[in-house]
């Protein structure tokens, strides 16, 4: 794929843990390799620990990989609520990956003024330095939730509000395609259950789970990156791409990872602003979702950005992280394959859910 080939790149909030990833498959030129890749945050010190990693790699692959990281990658300080630095980032860039976010759901549910300001206000600022500025940007891919769907919680509703402000943008700034990615939980991704789990095995626990019937969608970064290369190559305005991606009861996931130490399970309750299960395509959505390769892509909701078409509905219903979920063996095997697993887990999966 070549989508990034020469292509100058701005990664808002490429300090956390999907712009390092996508930075890093950026710089390998995988995806095509830009002509430059900005990194915007207003965090110097993760700034700065990125710049550090890059510039002490000193072995010949990695400087082959890298080649040239110096001039093709830079990184600017400012917040994407700022409209004022955030539209001089986006001067002489031709795509914009929007992955700023405040997004732990009880900060957000605490916070709630701040989610706003981030990732609604965060979004509308985008639109508002291309649309007033003229800026000649390409393509702006929003980074959104399964939390947007249905939504219950803060984090959530940002999310949805953000969606739809990225899509009518195409109505008032046709020269940009907007698109949208909808995904699930991310394993080891900062915050998320998988490395909380990981820690709370190595200190003996207990392992902590809000609720035994709760379900998640599981994805790696890469494949959340893989879902960004996917709606930049294939995307139109006002659309988007939602991966197929399995799912798992998290008490079962807990299990798998505790294998056979004698590791107590803890319920300890619904979190403020916590679902049960998450849903990616709702009952609404289904009758505008077509199958596109691997991922399931949503028309626009505004007809003036929809294009006739004759496929039938992708799915059948809302596409929820409770249907089809991974048995043991399955969710081991995903974990394995991702270098999540604890060492000396349990071989016997029928030992693990007992």
């Known amino acids: 794929m070549t989508i990034f080939q020469d292509k100058r790149v701005l990664i808002t909030g490429g300090t956390g843990s999907l712009g390092k990833v996508l930075l890093r498959r950026l710089l390998a030129g995988e995806l095509g390799l830009p002509k430059r890749v900005v990194v ?46 955030l ?80 899509m009518r943008a195409g109505l008032d700034v046709p020269k940009t395609r907007f698109v949208m990615v909808r995904y699930g939980n991310v394993l080891a991704s900062r915050g998320s259950v998988v490395p909380l789990f990981v820690e709370q095995i190595r200190t003996g626990g207990p392992v902590t789970v809000t609720d035994p019937v709760t379900t998640r969608f599981l994805l790696t970064l890469d494949d959340a990156v893989d879902t960004i290369a996917a709606a930049l190559r294939e ?16 008490l079962d996931l807990a299990k798998v990872m505790i294998g056979d130490r004698p590791i107590e399970i803890q319920i300890t309750g619904m979190r403020p602003g916590e679902k049960i299960h998450e849903i990616l395509i709702s009952e609404e959505e289904r009758l505008r979702t077509v199958r596109r390769g691997d991922y399931f892509v949503i028309a626009p909701i505004l007809p003036e950005l929809r294009r006739d078409s004759r ?19 399955e969710i081991r095997a995903l974990l394995e394959r991702r270098s999540l697993m604890p060492a000396e887990a349990a071989s016997s999966e029928e030992e693990i859910l007992a």
């Open 40 to 85: 915007f945050s207003r965090d110097e010190a993760k700034q700065h620990a990125l710049r550090v990693h890059y510039r002490r790699l000193r072995s010949p692959t990695d400087e082959v990989i890298y080649r040239n990281f110096a001039d093709r990658l830079q990184f600017r300080i400012g917040d994407i609520r700022d409209l004022h630095a």
């Open 87 to 166: 539209a001089a980032a986006m001067a002489e860039i031709d795509i914009v990956v929007n992955a700023a976010a405040l997004k732990q759901v009880p900060t957000c549910e605490y916070f709630p003024e701040e989610a706003v300001r981030t990732n609604v206000g965060g979004a509308e600022n985008i639109v508002r330095a291309i649309r007033d500025l003229h800026l000649p940007i390409e393509t702006v891919v929003g980074v959104s939730t399964d939390k947007a769907v249905k939504p219950v919680n803060v984090m959530g509703m940002t999310k949805a509000i953000q969606e739809r402000v990225l």
């Open 235 to 250: 995307g139109r305005s006002g659309e988007i791409y939602v991966p197929r991606v399995p799912a798992a009861r998290i």
């Open 311 to 329: 496929e039938a509905p992708a799915v059948s219903g809302e596409y929820s992280s409770a249907d089809s979920l991974m048995p043991a063996a």
